[in-house]
């Protein structure tokens, strides 16, 4: 029997810049499941996605899932991607075996938690909204922060230097006064050791989210990024909202031994392969 797709629905050009397109996997013309492929908005047409992949239950464990992913490849290919990702659940045990054995490598993982009440911050610790004087020099490191990352993650360095501050622009309109963002300054006896970024109503986020936690290099290492998730907890609980999430890298080993302290637990993975 052979597996393909089939277009289920008309391509769409979105106002991003992506285009879209759903594909039925078939068997024999049969069809079983459905698989939704995209370019990436965030690394433009070089990039794919596989957004949704579903196989019917009558017909999983037969490998419909296996060659229905390596067809969206050859799709992406003749759309001129030369990358490909997805995000995985991680509880979706045997999507992440597939990809494993597909070849994908993890880009990222989200952590996150339900939220009880946080405990204080320690002796000689405080916070304090972000000033408006402020906010320029911590826009630009901010955005410099963005551009590396993404750059190490294969992202053209021109793509990257106007997609960024695009980005972070849109988030933040109106700087630290942004209605539904939170941006603190964390000081230790008096010094100024950290700043946290916290987005309380992204799409597609049950809970806050932190977009930025840093702690300035010469204070690494004396507990003031717990401080700062305790201050993303506090606020996150204060507008309403009983989760709170991040991304991180999964090579950051610092940063995932402290969420892991805090008992964040992985919700996600993000995967991605060359495709040449």
């Known amino acids: 029997m052979t597996t393909t797709l089939r ?41 794919g996605r596989i957004e949704a992949l579903a196989v019917d239950a009558p017909d999983r464990h037969r490998g419909r899932a296996t ?25 979706a045990e045997a999507a992440v075996r597939l990809a494993a054995a597909l070849g994908y490598t993890e880009r990222s993982r989200v952590l996150a938690r339900a939220l009880t009440r946080p405990g204080p911050l320690p002796d000689g610790s405080a916070d304090r909204p972000m000033a408006a004087e402020a906010y320029p020099a911590w826009r630009d490191a901010a955005i410099a922060e963005h551009i ?3 750059t190490a993650q294969g992202m053209p360095r021109e793509r990257a230097e106007w997609s960024c501050p695009a980005k972070h622009d849109a988030l933040l309109p109106d700087g630290a006064a942004t209605p539904g963002h939170v941006l603190r300054v964390l000081a230790h006896e008096g010094a100024d050791v950290g700043t946290l ?20 290099p010469e204070y690494r290492g004396a507990g003031h990024g717990r401080s700062l998730m305790l201050v993303a907890e506090r606020e996150t609980l204060a507008a309403g909202r009983a989760s709170l999430a991040l991304n991180v890298s999964p090579d950051n080993a610092p940063a995932l031994g402290l969420y892991r302290s805090l008992g964040y637990q992985i919700s996600a993975y993000r995967l991605w392969k060359p495709i040449l």
Not at 67 to 89: D, F, M, N, S
């Open 7 to 47: 277009p289920a629905g008309p391509e769409v050009r979105h106002a991003d810049g992506r285009r879209s397109r759903p594909y039925d996997i078939c068997v024999n013309s049969r069809r079983v499941g459905g698989i939704q492929l995209a370019t990436d908005a965030r690394f433009g047409p070089a990039a």
């Open 67 to 91: 060659v229905a992913a390596l067809a969206a490849e050859e799709v992406l290919r003749g759309w001129g991607c030369r990358q490909i990702e997805l995000t995985v659940p991680a509880d």
């Open 148 to 150: 590396r990352r993404e």
């Open 197 to 216: 970024w916290l987005a309380l109503r992204l799409p597609g986020q049950p809970g806050g989210y932190a977009m930025d936690v840093r702690v300035a």
